[in-house]
């Protein structure tokens, strides 16, 4: 299985689409809190927030400022770039709050966003392309030289935040930024205002085994199936079954 797949396949049923809520000020709030696939029919399959609905979305607005809350461990780059074009072209101010999560495609929005915001405990990563591909030396060898094109687009989006950064080192390394990290380097533009008692972001909400230098975060939430298994009481009885036949057997 290769990694974009392994990433879908991990992370399925764990976010929730892409959500466009209205407020009273008049600014518009569209929340990212998935995956990132590129049409509809993706996210019927797995999951997921896609491009081609992001983009429709931001298209049917006129309000003057729009903010995208973001947690995700990212998807298909080339949706990740539409959505980010998207940004770019929105007549009006487009605000990114990361609110837990940017990883790779979907760093591509915070690259693209005039304003962004980083909660307490956020976290961006960017990292070389990913694909898959079947066929002979000459196949293979011509995707390579695909990525590369791709990782070279992706330095070119990042520079416009830094030029002087070096950007190739940050994604062979695969590297992940804190908010301050990512505020100093000219990534994010500020902190998120941290009222009192209010709790750090969840940035690590996601299965990230897929990546090679994901933090080390114990799992303290549970997946939409076990919580829905832990409601159940046939579920709940027959669990119990099983452990006492497990003690019987493992005195």
């Known amino acids: 299985?290769?990694?974009?797949?392994?990433?879908?396949?991990?992370?399925?049923?764990?976010?929730?689409?892409?959500?466009?809520?209205?407020?009273?000020?008049?600014?518009?709030?569209?929340?990212?809190?998935?995956?990132?696939?590129?049409?509809?029919?993706?996210?019927?399959?797995?999951?997921?927030?896609?491009?081609?609905?992001?983009?429709?979305?931001?298209?049917?607005?006129?309000?003057?400022?729009?903010?995208?809350?973001?947690?995700?461990?990212?998807?298909?780059?080339?949706?990740?770039?539409?959505?980010?074009?998207?940004?770019?072209?929105?007549?009006?101010?487009?605000?990114?709050?990361?609110?837990?999560?940017?990883?790779?495609?979907?760093?591509?929005?915070?690259?693209?966003?005039?304003?962004?915001?980083?909660?307490?405990?956020?976290?961006?990563?960017?990292h070389k392309s990913w694909t898959w591909a079947v066929g002979n030396s000459n196949d293979l060898i011509a995707q390579a030289a695909v990525l590369e094109k791709l990782d070279s687009q992706q330095v070119e989006l990042f520079k416009t935040k830094n030029e002087d950064y070096d950007w190739e080192a940050a994604l062979a390394a695969e590297t992940w930024f804190t908010a301050t990290e990512a505020i100093a380097l000219g990534l994010a533009t500020e902190h998120a205002a941290q009222e009192p008692g209010q709790p750090a972001a969840k940035a690590h909400a996601f299965d990230l085994s897929v990546f090679g230098r994901a933090p080390s975060v114990p799992e303290t939430t549970s997946s939409p199936l076990e919580v829905e298994a832990a409601n159940d009481p046939d579920q709940v009885a027959r669990r119990s079954r099983i452990a006492r036949m497990h003690k019987y057997r493992n005195p």
């Open 1 to 126: 299985m290769n990694k974009l797949q392994a990433l879908y396949r991990a992370n399925r049923g764990r976010g929730k689409g892409l959500r466009v809520e209205a407020t009273d000020d008049d600014e518009p709030r569209m929340m990212i809190y998935d995956i990132i696939v590129s049409s509809d029919a993706d996210a019927e399959w797995w999951g997921g927030a896609s491009a081609e609905s992001f983009v429709r979305a931001l298209q049917t607005m006129s309000a003057p400022r729009v903010h995208v809350h973001i947690n995700s461990p990212g998807g298909d780059a080339f949706a990740g770039i539409a959505m980010a074009q998207a940004i770019r072209a929105y007549p009006g101010e487009v605000v990114v709050h990361v609110d837990g999560l940017a990883a790779s495609a979907a760093g591509f929005l915070v690259a693209s966003a005039p304003r962004a915001i980083m909660a307490l405990g956020a976290m961006i990563m960017v």
